[in-house]
């Protein structure tokens, strides 16, 4: 089970204590951030791409949606979101629980800069009803990316209008 990955993963780095799960769905921004008791803008989310033979994880902010345009400048083609299916395979953990920890070998993790809003943000654990409170210098950490990346758009407050 995934989430037993994440787990033992955050074991390593002395953090496993802070995963949160629930007795409810948190596979959605609306139902992670009901779930948790926050905005829905604090949720992390983790969206996962295929790009030719590599695959891409870009956690965003819960309010962001990607920018086909800066997506293709910052990685050299077009957004192309994994299937179910393929994220089980690729990335190693399900839609609704997919998150930046103990991905599979050769999964690429960037952070968007969405998140640097916030002092704490909230991943997904692995799971479709988990979540941890992390810090934007402790998610950079424990997942291990590789750069941060500015590829989403509606979330600045002159896009709002």
Known sequence: MSIERVRAYLQTRGMADRIQEFDVSSATVELAAQALGVEGKRIAKTLSFKLGDRVLLVVAAGDAKVDNGRYKA???????????DEA?????????????????????????ESLRRFETVYPA???????????????????????WVDVCKAWRPEEQA
């Open 125 to 147: 654990a692995g799971s479709a009803n988990s979540a941890i409170e992390l810090t934007c210098a402790e998610l950079e950490d424990l997942s291990g990316a590789k750069a």
């Open 88 to 112: 089980v395979t690729l990335v190693g953990h399900a839609v609704g629980g997919v998150c930046p920890f103990a991905v599979n070998d050769g999964v690429e993790v960037y952070l968007d």
């Open 74 to 84: 910052a990685f050299g083609g077009k957004a192309k979101m994994l299937t179910a």
